[in-house]
């Protein structure tokens, strides 16, 4: 029996999670699979019972899961908290944990929603990129940080972006192994012409790719240029391999290729578990609406289902209701366009639950 930590987190965190597990139960009935479900606090709520994003009971029950299945955390009633204890750091620390360091981010534009994206159709439709985001290191981990007061009365804020060759070897090593399942073609985002960090980058991935993916065609490209080309031609991206922060920035570009936050999984794998997580945030300003999209999320499912459990099928049925009922021109409010018919996230997710039925 599948064991499955399922942390649904804040804000609509809740609301979708709860229309995955209404598509896992279902698809889950059908192939004769039960799943384990345990739910527990994390992040805002987290914090508001226990005092910290995650517990420690939790990061252990995370560790001997076969999979977690995320939500979202994070809200205002939390913004002003200190770093060290708001609803992000448990994100980092459930990551840093299961030594997740390799965070997966398809951005994948359907047919149905070619217009929902604020580019032309042309130029979007049969976008299909895979984003692999280095997780676990770079800025957001890298010391000495802090602000501190300095004499003149000034204050000084400090980060550090580091790398060590290793760290960047088996991030590339993922990248080019899921490359050579796709289209063969990976491209490495950096900022070697001024950071030294990204020169050692892009000289580790030449060398991975050349010693043991020869078949992987490679290129390497600025963050800057990257961020225009992304825009101007999406379609000839087939796997996008960046750090820590470059591929946070990137891959939420890459969403609003698909037209909404609200379409768009992730996977987060590393060697002590694997993360499942929509792109999106708890996205307070909708919270409690029932109009946030469950799709995301339901498309998260999947990837749980695929890389975690094997259940391929079960995956590609959840898939296969999810374009379905886009096709039928079923639209939550953010993916919303005249003449198709908007639903809550409630009823998106009964939508989606009636497909995988019948598939
Ligand atoms: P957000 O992703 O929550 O929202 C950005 C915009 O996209 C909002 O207008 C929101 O309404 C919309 N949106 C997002 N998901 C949607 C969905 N499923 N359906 C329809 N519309 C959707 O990002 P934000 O507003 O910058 O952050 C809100 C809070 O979430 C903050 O506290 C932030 O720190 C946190 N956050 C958490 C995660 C995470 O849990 N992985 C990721 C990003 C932000």
Redesign the pocket.
């Known amino acids: 029996m599948p064991k499955i930590l399922v942390l649904p987190?804040?804000?609509?965190?809740v609301e979708?999670t709860n229309v995955s597990l209404d598509v896992l139960k279902t698809v889950g009935e059908k192939h004769k699979i039960q799943f384990d479900f345990e739910t527990a606090l994390f992040?805002g709520c987290s914090i508001d019972a226990y005092g910290v994003p995650i517990t420690d009971e939790v990061l252990k029950k995370a560790k001997s899961s076969d999979a977690v299945l995320?939500?979202?955390?994070?809200?205002?009633k939390?913004?002003n908290l200190k770093y060290g204890i708001?609803?992000?750091r448990g994100?980092l620390a459930i990551r840093k944990e299961l030594d997740a360091f390799a965070n997966l981010r398809p951005a994948i534009v359907y047919s149905a929603l070619g217009d929902a994206s604020s580019l032309k159709r042309e130029i979007v439709e049969g976008v299909d990129i895979m984003v692999v985001r280095e997780l676990t290191g770079g800025i957001y981990f890298g010391t000495p940080r802090g602000i501190e007061h300095l004499s003149n009365g000034e204050e000084k804020g400090v980060n550090t972006l580091v790398y060590t060759t290793s760290e960047i070897e088996r991030i590339a090593r993922m990248a080019f192994g899921i490359a050579r399942k796709r289209r063969k073609r990976l491209t490495s985002i950096d900022k070697a012409n001024i950071l030294e960090v990204m020169e050692l980058w892009r000289r580790t991935v030449t060398r991975i790719g050349k010693e043991e993916f020869p078949d992987v065609e490679l290129d390497h490209l600025y963050v800057d240029n990257a961020a225009m080309q992304l825009i101007r031609r999406p379609k000839s991206f087939d796997v996008i391999l960046a750090d820590n922060m470059f591929g946070d920035i990137l891959s939420d570009e890459a969403a609003q290729l698909t037209g909404?936050?609200?379409m768009l999984p992730s996977a987060s794998i590393g060697h002590g578990g694997a993360i499942y997580?929509?792109?999106?945030?708890?996205?307070?300003?909708?919270a409690g609406k029932d109009?946030?999209?469950?799709?995301?999320?339901v498309l998260t499912s999947a990837m749980m289902l695929k890389y975690s459990l094997n259940l391929d099928q079960a995956a590609e049925e959840v898939e296969n209701a999810v374009k379905t009922v886009l096709e039928k021109g079923y639209r939550?409010?953010?993916i919303h366009q005249e003449g198709m018919k908007r639903v809550g996230?409630r009823e998106m997710g009964r939508l989606i639950v009636e497909e995988v039925k019948k598939l």
């Not at 995320?70 to 205002?76: D, E, I, M, N, S």
């Not at 997580?277 to 909708?286: L, N, R, T, W």
């Not at 109009?291 to 999320?297: E, L, M």
């Open positions: 987190g804040d804000g609509i965190g979708v992040g995320l939500g979202a955390v994070g809200g205002p939390w913004d708001r609803p992000e994100l909404s936050l609200g997580e929509p792109v999106h945030g708890s996205a307070p300003d909708i109009i946030a999209n469950p799709i995301a999320s939550t409010a953010d996230c």
